[in-house]
């Protein structure tokens, strides 16, 4: 997807909403289990219930992954169930990816190539070689960690170099070596407040991905007053508050419950704004 | 594994060679295509051929990811063959893993419940709560990226804080106080030289994992000459020159003929530490 048609989007829609497929076979109500692929039957219930209240939608890879082989087809299919039925959506894995050049492009060849999937959560410790070869695939971006939402962001990601600049500082500006804004978002922790400000100095035109309002307590009205720019550039995440709303039958319509509360707030943000 | 066992399996099999499995399945030789399973069959030849010459096998995700569900599924089967077969191997996923306190513990549940390795590749860039989770198990290893082996290990790994210390060292550091030389390494380059002793000032009696010998380019007797410790201390991987040491019906015995070949270096080394 282009950054010109994710604009669109969200103007269109008037929400920024990612919805996260954080989906936990134990968490899941009780009677998908009798499914042929429960997760598959959630995330498709879920979709459809929240599509229009939301942009995007982020599966992390984590969950999948610790099903096996049977969550790496649920994982398959939820993202087919996506392209086919909401193309105009943005998808991303959230997997956190990242290593030496070659085998940073066999990652690259799974997300991009097998699965065409619009972005990828990577990471920035091994630096420029191995997140280029993400930066490879026309209209598919890398999502680079620069400020993340949990508290284990304060060992390094604050450490400030003999000149002052902090390490999330030096990702953001030396990562515009290696892309542009046109294919790199970063992930800014919603939790991280007014250091929004900070992040907006060195990337002001980059989309940012905002996990952490909901269940890790951040505000959705402080993201908007410090992050937002003039094309809204914010994908704001939200899992469990959404996909965990209720555990009965009714799981769907109350995740597109508080998919739309969420929404309806991010249209009062976009028209402030 | 306890950390003695590993020590132990050094000392008796005079070898400290990890052997990667990045296997790919458009480099493996082409009559294996018409296996059933054609990566774990090539897997399973190159094990029982090295598994004299090698302390411990390496499997790198990124290779078993990009063919989908059957990756996923010769990755369990080349993992359940080692538990089952060679017990006494130590066995490395390499997926350089980490994420939110939450979502760890999935991938911690992945590789350290339903797979049995044991030990995973771990990114340190979101601190602490997110390593600490694979901490949680016993006789299991974080191995926590350090000083990497490519180019891009320059861009953040080397910067140094306003006290002189680089990132490299602030994360040998700081997770000392997570975990401790019976359930954490870290990975440090082969590439990276000298580079070993400034390691070893902080990590004197740490396991290192160390890739980059054979295609990367790193020498083996630099790294011994500075990373060594009394109980050797390293694993030191090699995945291209052996697992693709030759083309054809022959390739098992040739990656046994490159894996002898580096063990009995290894071998000379051990006596002359």
């Not at 497929?21 to 219930?45: G, M, Q, W, Y």
Request: hydrophobic share 40%.
């Amino acid at each position: 997807m282009k950054k010109q048609e994710l604009i669109q989007q969200i103007r269109e829609k008037r929400t920024f909403l990612c919805v996260g497929l954080d989906t936990d076979i134990k968490k899941i109500p009780a009677h998908l289990l009798a499914e042929r692929d429960p997760v598959f039957s959630f995330n498709k219930a879920i979709i459809d219930a929240t599509a229009p209240y939301c942009v995007a939608y982020k599966p992390n890879l984590a969950f999948y992954e610790s099903m096996g082989v049977k969550g790496w087809t649920a994982f398959e299919a939820t993202v087919e169930y996506l392209r086919t039925n909401y193309p105009n959506h943005f998808v991303i894995a959230d997997a956190k990816r990242g290593d030496i050049g070659n085998t940073s492009a066999m990652y690259a060849r799974t997300f991009f190539e097998e699965m065409n999937l619009d972005a990828l959560t990577v990471a920035p410790y091994m630096g420029e070689d191995s997140v280029v070869p993400f930066l490879q695939y026309r209209d598919k971006w890398v999502v680079l960690l620069a400020l993340t939402s949990n508290k284990g962001s304060h060992d390094f990601q604050l450490t400030a170099d003999t000149e002052g600049e902090r390490l999330f500082e030096k990702v953001l500006r030396k990562s515009q070596e290696w892309g542009n804004d046109e294919n790199m978002m970063y992930v800014v922790g919603a939790t991280q407040g007014r250091m929004f400000e900070a992040v907006r100095r060195i990337v002001p035109n980059h989309f940012l991905l905002v996990p952490g309002i909901g269940a890790q307590g951040g505000s959705l009205e402080e993201v908007c007053k410090w992050g937002m720019n003039g094309d809204c550039g914010l994908l704001v995440n939200s899992s469990r508050a959404i996909i965990y709303a209720d555990g009965t039958e009714a799981f769907a319509e109350a995740a597109a419950g508080e998919a739309k509360k969420v929404a309806e707030e991010m249209g009062r943000l976009l028209d402030n704004a």
